[in-house]
């Protein structure tokens, strides 16, 4: 995906003052920064990919880690640097990030990433680079067994699970994940999985939840640790590079 199409992509969509649902994926955002901060200590060297709405760049700012934030689309890279000047913004496709020697990262984020991206094994292996020997990953992506989507294909709506919406190719996502494919993905890239976890019981398409209340859509994302993270609809893994065997002699 170039530089031009991620511009596209933030004035269709993240400019976009016009799209009706932000506030439901903005809700859904708030809860999985709560999560989020319980994995990250402040004194922290983080990469964040990707600026998106900058609600999570916001959240990991106020929390005081040393944030490196990596972003290809040349407008919000500039929202960011002006919302932000002391953040260190670099402008750069992900696949041709060079961090200075000796710069690893203790943990990098990868937040509604690895759907857009061309090759996300690869960029995964790249990432590894980038760690400390004790960094940590952690991963987000679309569920494609999520509930809603479920609904849909049992309801003729859609013919299959991972079947791309028109909302999928308007914000530039090439697939959807299931569980075991991140997994397969994060492990193919030489990584460990500590843990998972589930996001947003979204019963429906945004489209058809935009009267919902507030309390309602809050209360969907509260629910999330009640139900089998298989069925909502994002999910989140937690990896770390292979450890040194402590008992080996």
């Known amino acids: 995906m170039s530089m031009d199409e ?30 989020l901060l319980h994995h990250i200590k402040p004194s922290m060297r983080v990469l964040e990919l990707g600026y998106g709405d900058g609600l999570v760049t916001q959240a990991l700012l106020e929390a005081g880690v040393d944030l490196t934030l990596l972003e290809g689309a040349s407008t919000l890279a500039k929202i960011a640097r002006n919302k932000h000047p002391k953040l260190n913004c ?9 961090p200075k020697p000796k710069q690893n990262f203790d943990l990098v984020l990868v937040s ?55 909302r999928d190719l308007m914000v530039g996502h090439q697939r959807v994940y299931s569980l075991s494919l991140l997994e397969k993905h994060i492990r193919g890239a030489g990584f460990e999985i500590v843990d998972s976890a589930g996001f947003f019981l979204k019963v429906l398409p945004n489209s058809m939840m935009l009267d919902y209340s507030k309390e309602l ?5 509260r629910i999330s640790p009640q139900i089998p993270k298989e069925l909502l609809a994002n999910i989140a893994v937690v990896a770390r590079k292979p450890q040194p065997d402590e008992n080996r002699i």
């Open 6 to 35: 991620l511009d596209r992509i933030a004035a269709e969509y993240h400019l976009n003052k016009a799209i009706p649902d932000m506030h439901i994926e903005n809700l859904g955002q708030e809860y999985f920064i709560d999560w």
């Open 90 to 98: 670099v402008h750069t496709l992900f696949e041709n990030y060079c």
């Open 112 to 166: 509604h990433v690895l759907e857009h991206v061309d090759a996300p094994v690869l960029l995964l292996q790249q990432i590894s680079n980038w760690l400390d020997i004790t960094g940590m990953l952690v991963a987000v992506v679309p569920n494609k067994n999520s509930v809603h989507r479920q609904l849909a294909v049992m309801m003729g709506l859609q013919p299959e699970l991972d079947t791309l919406s028109q």
């Open 217 to 221: 859509l809050q209360g969907l994302n």
